[in-house]
């Protein structure tokens, strides 16, 4: 099972962590570009803006 974590604020940051650490992170999404873009690229994944 892959996962994509919708939002990186609050206790996205979080879920992105947890998610990373179980290997099943597969992407994150944020309203704020740069903000996906940081997680993204720290958790070498795809990142995307609504």
Excluded: P
């Amino acid at each position: 099972m892959k996962v994509i974590q919708i939002g990186t604020g609050g206790w996205g940051k979080n879920h992105c962590r947890v998610l990373h650490e179980f290997g099943v992170l597969s992407a994150v999404c944020d309203m704020d570009f740069e903000r996906a873009k940081e997680f993204g690229e720290k958790y070498n994944v795809n990142y995307y803006n609504t």
